[in-house]
């Protein structure tokens, strides 16, 4: 027969073994969800440039010098975030939607770069049309690539959610 006082010092070894993994538990998810959230915004900072260089693009009809920079600038700065998303301090995990999300707007984006550089460079009207149209099909695809961020933080946050769930009722059933 197991004593009370064992059977105390077992409850509150399991309660501290618990309590400990949930707060290890919080910790990830709070610092997890940083992280998340300053990914959804760069996406969706990639959605805001890729609407500014086409606007930039309507704009250098009027005044070339002057929108051709802001276009160059917004155009760097898409680059180097989607690099940073793609492969830098800020890739997540291997998940195929978003790979395959980033995939779509890396071919996108490279064949609205090669349009407008042309436009640029020949100030040929009617590629503007074409401009356009693969400007806002890169947008479209921008678009799906923070939807498919925003549900695999989502999911991420569900699943971490109920794991912690199960340690509070678990504890709740250590005490019973």
Excluded: C, W
């Excluded at 992280?35 to 440039?49: C, E, P, S, W």
């Amino acid at each position: 027969m197991i004593s009370i006082r064992t059977k105390v010092k077992l409850i509150t070894i399991v309660l501290s073994v618990t309590m400990i993994f949930n707060i290890f538990v919080t910790y990830y998810l709070i610092q997890d969800e940083k992280t998340d959230a300053q990914i959804i915004n760069i996406a969706g900072k990639q959605r805001m440039l890729t609407q500014k260089m086409i606007g930039e693009l309507h704009r250098m009809q009027r005044n070339k010098k002057e929108g051709e920079g802001e276009f160059l600038r917004a155009q760097g700065e898409f680059d180097r975030n989607f690099k940073r998303l793609k492969a830098g301090d800020l890739s997540v995990e291997k998940n195929e939607q978003i790979s395959g999300a980033l995939q779509e707007v890396e071919t996108s984006s490279k064949a609205f770069d090669r349009l407008t550089f042309s436009y640029l460079d020949n100030n040929s009207d009617p590629l503007l049309e074409q401009i356009y149209i693969q400007g806002n099909k890169t947008l479209e695809l921008v678009d799906n690539t923070v939807q498919a961020y925003e549900a695999y933080a989502t999911g991420k946050r569900d699943f971490i959610n109920q794991i912690q769930l199960v340690l509070g009722l678990f504890t709740l059933f250590v005490i019973i």
